[in-house]
């Protein structure tokens, strides 16, 4: 189906473009939220007659989330998830979580705004994208951890899985005579007394 947009459309074009899209995407999505017209001669000529409007109404959107994007922008939000021991996460982390935490933090957005590329299941520090507009977008932390002084630990910059495997497990450790026959009970000696203990 050919299609006028009535405003940029990522990987589709600009305003007043006519470009060609599946029968479904349009019907589904475009028009009923009002991003695109049918590509026919009456609606050619109401789109010609409204350009200015409509080229005016994007400009003042823009700059409202240019202005908006100030209080976005940066933020980090911490949510703190169950997983294992290898850090997968129970679940995934939603973008209805990312946006709750970001709205409590005052960042005022809508679900829709969220961009996430892959399903975040497992713990980290990942950057999501927020399209405040089609031409404005910015880049939020979601930091999520088991805990909040894990969560700290990785808004320093440390991957807390790897350091969990690289922890070097101290407790107790056996006394080792490598002289001793089989089955003899090494014998150490007090440095301050001098006796032997067993």
Sequence with gaps: MDIILLERVEKLG????????????????LLPNRKALRANEAN????????????AENASRRLDAEKHSSNV?????????????????????????????????????A??????????????????????HPEVSVTVKVNVARSPDEADLQSQGVDVMAAM??????GFTEA????????????????ETGEKEA
Aim: a negative charge; glycine letters at 10%; charged letters at 30%.
């Design 73 to 109: 922008e940066g933020k980090q939000v911490v949510l703190i998830r169950a997983s294992s021991n290898s850090g997968q996460l129970y679940g995934s982390v939603s973008v209805r979580d990312i946006v709750d935490a970001l709205n409590a933090d005052g960042a005022g957005i």
């Design 14 to 29: 600009g305003i007043g473009d006519v470009v060609s899209v599946k029968d479904g995407y349009a019907r589904n999505y």
């Design 44 to 55: 050619k000529k109401v789109f010609d007659a409204n350009r200015a409007k409509i080229e």
């Design 176 to 191: 080792y005579d490598p002289n001793a026959e089989p089955g003899e009970i090494v014998v150490e000696e007090d440095a």
């Design 111 to 132: 679900k829709q705004m969220i961009v996430l590329e892959r399903p975040i299941k497992t713990i980290g520090v990942f950057d999501v994208r927020v399209n405040l």
């Design 165 to 170: 495997f690289e922890q070097d497990v101290s």
